[in-house]
């Protein structure tokens, strides 16, 4: 157990329709990070979020939104949907700011959508 | 743009042989290297990472990671192989643009099957 817990743990939809993923981070951790796995696409990184600002940004959809929240909780909201949104979407967790890029980072068990 | 490859869809090995996984990667500045594992059904687990300093890098399970400046390379290795090792192996980069924004990379990811 990663301590980073994600919830739902799986979310069926339908095109068009908004859905929000809720990650908590492992206690202490101030940076939180969003990736998508897909078949097609493989893994990529999505957005990183480090005390509640922006820190990082990878291949976001202008769709796709995220935040972190006070109690340093994260949600990433994804809109508009469509059928290729359909992926397994991981949060992970780390401590550090400034040392972002080397430290290590632990991952939550994962959303899995499907838009139908 | 920095990218990461792994050229090897899946690799087979035999339990208790040498196995390695490969990666190669490319990036503009100095590159922090990461290997992760994932288990069916299950989120990515951080094996090992490669910042500075000795080109050999030991992990977790009884992984290494030997980095290779000159061919631009970092391959995970394991003396002894476990059936229990089975799984997917992704390696991934991360670089900090002139903005000090963060990039992360990911490989499309190698299956292991280590056999009985």
């Known amino acids: 157990d990663s301590g980073v817990t994600q919830t739902p743990k799986h979310l069926i939809t339908a095109t068009g329709q908004r859905v929000t993923l809720r990650c908590s981070p492992r206690s202490g951790d101030l940076s939180v990070y969003w990736y998508q796995q897909s078949l097609d696409q493989g893994l990529q990184f999505l957005i990183q979020?480090?005390?509640?600002?922006?820190?990082a940004k990878g291949n976001i959809l202008e769709r796709f939104s995220a935040q972190q929240f006070p109690d340093l909780h994260s949600e990433l909201n994804l809109s508009s949907l469509e059928l290729g949104d359909s992926a397994l979407y991981f949060c992970?967790?780390?401590?550090?700011?400034?040392?972002?890029?080397?430290?290590?980072?632990?991952f939550g068990p994962g959303t899995r959508l499907l838009v139908l | 743009a920095q990218s990461v490859a792994q050229p090897e869809d899946q690799v087979n090995v035999a339990e208790g042989n040498p196995l390695t996984v490969k990666c190669t990667y490319s990036?503009?500045?100095?590159?922090?290297l990461f290997w992760y594992v994932q288990y069916p059904n299950r989120g990515l687990q951080f094996l090992l990472k490669?910042?500075?300093?000795?080109?050999l890098v030991k992990g977790s399970y009884g992984f290494e990671a030997e980095f290779n400046k000159s061919q631009t390379s970092f391959h995970l290795k394991k003396p002894s192989a476990l059936v229990s090792d089975s799984a997917l192996y992704f390696c991934a980069v991360r670089d900090v643009d002139s903005g000090g924004y963060q990039k992360v990379t990911f490989g499309i990811g190698t299956k292991l099957q280590v056999i009985p």
């Open positions: 990036v503009s500045g100095n590159p922090y």
């Open positions: 490669y910042i500075t300093g000795d080109n």
């Open positions: 992970a967790s780390s401590a550090y700011k400034d040392r972002g890029a080397q430290e290590t980072q632990y």
């Open positions: 979020y480090y005390n509640g600002e922006e820190r």
